[in-house]
């Protein structure tokens, strides 16, 4: 038996919203069978089918705040799928490489060199090497918690979610460090004992950012501010 | 007497995991039971009972699946293992405040009734 077109038309007027294919479906198909089944229950009650309506209508909810509740659900339904989780770390990732290859542009342009002259050569240079490091981290690896807290705020684990991300992104940078080092040294990546042996001995670019303190400081830097991002969002969620 | 709609927002998720934990449960069953249950005190907007549900649902403290009644497709949710231990711990903060409510307005409350 076909639906009233009323029944429709306010069951898509509530999911106006609703941009998730399957997440649109599901909710429509709830929806419609319980606006019938409390159409028909008023209905066999002796409403008049015009009253049935109305009170049908009056105790499903208004519109707009409904509105609003399904844009919401459809949010948390979307973000707590792993299909949107993996989609989104490789956006996010996309997004910090280019924001570390700008960093490292903007640095060589503000006069940071290896170890050339004239400019600020960071090696010899503690100061200018700490920065350097510094600044190589915090501006990619803080866009990408700030991208990652924005996609992922809707999901119960976002802390988890957050950190993982960050620690992918973290260990894909070691492993783009790492392919630059073998061009460099003419070292095959899957000889990787030989390879890391020539990075550690230093002298080249990539040397700095390939030492256990560097890759210590900043594995430890991306599970704090997984959990700090994650835990401050948990916060502002419950004083909404 | 309905209760104010600010102070029953609360109480909806500990209701819905308390019923499903008695037996499943499609949307529109949980919508008679609860106003059945609480003499239409908890009563809510039938329509926003699913959203709350679907983000229940993506929590993991209730699962749902689909069968056919009557020739009509429903679907039907259940209470997971996270939602049973969800529940006894909501339940337990609901104790701490009812005493705590009882102990401050009780006097009131008994001269009321």
């Not at chain 1, 890391?196 to 210590?216: C, E, H, M, N």
């Not at chain 2, 699913?50 to 929590?59: D, F, I, N, Q, R």
């Amino acid at each position: 038996m076909s639906s009233p077109k009323w029944m429709e038309d306010y069951v898509n007027d509530i999911l106006l919203d609703v941009d998730d294919a399957s997440y649109h479906r599901r909710a429509k198909a709830e929806l419609m069978n319980h606006v019938s089944e409390e159409y028909q229950v008023l209905v066999a009650r002796g409403y008049e089918p015009e009253e049935a309506r109305a009170k049908v209508l009056e105790r499903m909810g208004g519109v707009e705040s409904l509105r609003k509740d399904y844009r919401v659900a459809c949010l948390h339904v979307v973000s707590s799928r792993g299909r949107y989780y993996f989609r989104h770390v490789l956006i996010g990732c996309f997004l910090m490489a280019i924001v570390y290859v700008a960093s490292f542009c903007l640095l060589a342009g503000a006069g940071y060199t290896y170890d050339a002259r004239p400019g600020t050569p960071i090696i010899g240079n503690p100061k200018a090497l700490l920065l350097f490091g510094c600044v190589l981290f915090t501006v990619p690896f803080g866009a990408g918690t700030l991208y990652f807290r924005k996609v992922f705020k809707y999901r119960q684990d976002r802390s988890t979610a957050i950190t993982s991300a960050l620690l992918f992104a973290w260990a894909g940078e070691k492993a783009a460090i790492l392919g630059l080092s073998s061009l460099i040294y003419d070292v095959s990546i899957w000889r990787l004992p030989e390879l890391i042996t020539r990075i550690s001995a230093g002298g080249d670019q990539t040397a700095p950012w390939f030492t256990v303190k560097y890759i210590l400081a900043t594995m430890i830097g991306c599970v704090v501010l997984g959990l700090v991002s994650g835990f401050e969002r948990q916060r502002s969620g419950c004083r909404s | 007497m309905r209760v104010n709609k600010e102070l029953s927002k609360g109480t909806h998720e500990i209701i819905i995991l308390e019923l499903l934990s008695r037996k499943d449960m499609h949307g529109y069953e949980l919508v008679q039971e609860m106003e059945l249950l609480s003499d239409k005190a908890f009563s809510m907007s039938q329509g926003s009972l699913y959203p709350l549900l679907h983000v229940m649902e993506s929590k993991r403290y209730i699962d749902s699946y689909e069968e056919t009644v009557n020739g009509r497709k429903r679907r039907c949710y259940t209470l997971t293992d996270k939602g049973r231990s969800v529940l006894a711990e909501k339940k337990n903060q609901w104790k701490v405040l009812v005493n705590a409510m009882e102990r401050i307005l009780g006097r009131e409350l008994g001269e009321q009734s």
